[in-house]
Each structure stands twice: as structure tokens, then as C-alpha cells.
């Protein structure tokens, strides 16, 4: 292949990459401001510099610009949610810092009935599950129906509504909301505090 147009190709795919990337960012910052459905692929375009078609270019509906933040979003919280094996208070902590950021959005986009965000809600809740097991595995019960029951506990006691009611709806601190957490966890994990 010629070099030039290799390098030609390339280009374009970087400028491709950049521009998704660009309305990914413009539709997740609006998404966290306003309901789903308050949200058009207009305004999407408008904010991320774009045309409407070039968003349904890469895209092709408002279902596919959802999807596609989504994503972003999963791989920016798995990202912040590191925390060592068995590190309640890292992982509480590290836990709350995302629903800081992006709390109010998932809370709102978990209660809206619409068909095209229940698959990616139930996305979440599978890698949420994921994570409390990377985390609390080591911890968790031996037993099969103890060890669903505990995850399932953790899953509560870590959801984002457990963090919506602490600190939208009681009005706690940030500190206090993640030391709420942190004694759920612990009494949830066997050898933990009751």
C-alpha cells in the first residue's frame, strides 16, 4: 500500500476516534444534567461541535450515542473504583468518589421506565456485582446461597440509591454517607462488625 495513502487512512481514523470521542463527552455531560428523554440528538451535536448527521453517522440513534456513553462511563468508574482485595474502606471511598461525580445521573437513569436503558442498567448492576466480588470475594461466605445472600447485601448497601438516600435525601456529609457504608459492609462480611 502506498505509504501516503496509509498515513492518509490513518488520519482519518484518528479524526473519526476523536470526533466519537468528542460526542461521547458532550451526551454524557448533558446526560448528567437532564433526564434521559429531556436530552436530544440535536443538542448532543450542538454541544459537541457537530451536525446532527455526523452524530447519526457514528451512532445512528439516541440508543447508540446511550450505549456508547455508557461504555465510557463503565471504563471511567472501573477505572476509579480501584481498591485492594478486601479494603472495605478504599473501596467505600473510592466508591462514593464516583457517586459523587455521577450519582444523580444513575439514580435518574435507574427509575426511567424506558426500554433502551433497562439493558444498560442491568449491564451496570452485573458489573457492579463483579466488582464486589474482585473486592470482597476473599471475605465472602463459603457456602453457595450464603455467598449470593452476602453479595446481594454488599450490592444494597453499596448501590447507588443507598448513596442517593444518605446524601441527597438525610443530607449527610460525604464522610458521614461513606462511614454509613463502610459499617454496612462490614457487618454484611463475616467477622465483621454486627
Sequence with gaps: MNPTRAYSMTNRSARAETTRLRIIEAAMALFLEHAYGDVTLTQIAETAGVSHQTVLNHFESKA?????VADHMSQ?????????PGDVVG????????YERIGDANARWA???LDELAALMEQARAGHQRWLVEVFGDALPEGRTARRR???A???ATDVYTWKLLRRDL???RGEAEKTMIALVEGILPGGTP
Design 64 to 68: 447508540g450515542v446511550v450505549a456508547g
Design 76 to 84: 471511567q468508574t472501573m477505572a476509579a473504583r480501584a481498591a485492594a
Design 91 to 98: 473501596a467505600v471511598h473510592a466508591l462514593v468518589g464516583e
Design 111 to 113: 427509575i426511567e421506565p
Design 150 to 152: 452476602a453479595i446481594n
Design 154 to 156: 454488599l450490592h444494597a
Design 171 to 173: 443530607r449527610l456529609s
